[in-house]
């Protein structure tokens, strides 16, 4: 995966607070096993809705979503963070995250941006008032911006990391490859191995 150093793009506001993992992509969905598809089934009932944010025009070009506290909570789906994803949003921006959500999303290279109730709102009511807004998301400051304002957000300094570096969990096996190769070729040949 690639690193994710900036974002910057139109934003989608969907501000509910629990938003669940089979809201986010019903279990109908979790079918395929290839990563990718599942943007069709984003948010799929609500989009039933012919209001709802993602069937305003331009909510197909956004990178960034910014929803309410406890986002991706539910089961321990994968599949969420790659519907996200596959409908092209490369950011969530929200309180607060589950916590298996946000470690799926981290391993994906999906930026989970954790900002206050305060800053939330305040990013709504910019996109309200002018949803062509570019949002910025800066993983390196940890900050997101829209017009005038700027807000900082939460994020460890392990995942931080691995969105910089684009490390996907193959990849941070991958880092230790000559020392993995080491042992291979150093074990004994009656052990059962990779052919």
């Keep these: 995966m690639s690193g994710v150093k900036r974002i910057a793009g139109r934003a989608v506001v969907v501000m509910r607070s629990d938003v669940d993992t089979d809201q986010i992509i019903p279990a109908a969905w979790l079918k395929k096993v ?3 598809g599942f943007g ?5 009932a609500w989009r039933k ?28 789906r994968e599949h969420a963070v790659w519907a996200l994803q596959d409908f092209g949003f ?8 589950a916590d298996i ?8 290279g999906l930026v989970p941006a954790q900002v206050t109730e305060d ?6 009511a910019v996109l309200a008032d002018a949803p062509d ?19 900082p957000f939460q994020l460890a300094d392990y995942a931080q990391w691995r ?3 684009g490390l996907d969990d193959v990849a941070l096996t991958l880092r230790h490859e000559d020392e993995i190769a080491a042992y291979e070729r150093q074990r004994p040949q009656y052990l059962p191995a990779l052919a």
């Design 34 to 36: 290839e990563r990718t």
């Design 101 to 108: 959500f946000r470690g799926n999303s981290i391993s994906a």
């Design 163 to 165: 969105l910089l570096e």
């Design 40 to 44: 069709a089934g984003l948010f799929e």
């Design 49 to 76: 809705d012919p209001q709802f944010a993602l069937n305003q025009p331009g909510a197909d070009r956004a990178t960034v979503l910014i929803s309410g506290s406890n986002f991706g909570c539910g089961s321990s």
């Design 133 to 151: 807004t570019e949002v910025v998301v800066d993983v390196a400051a940890r900050t997101v911006s829209a017009g005038a304002i700027a807000e």
């Design 90 to 97: 490369q950011v969530v921006v929200a309180p607060s995250f």
């Design 119 to 124: 800053a939330a709102a305040r990013l709504a």
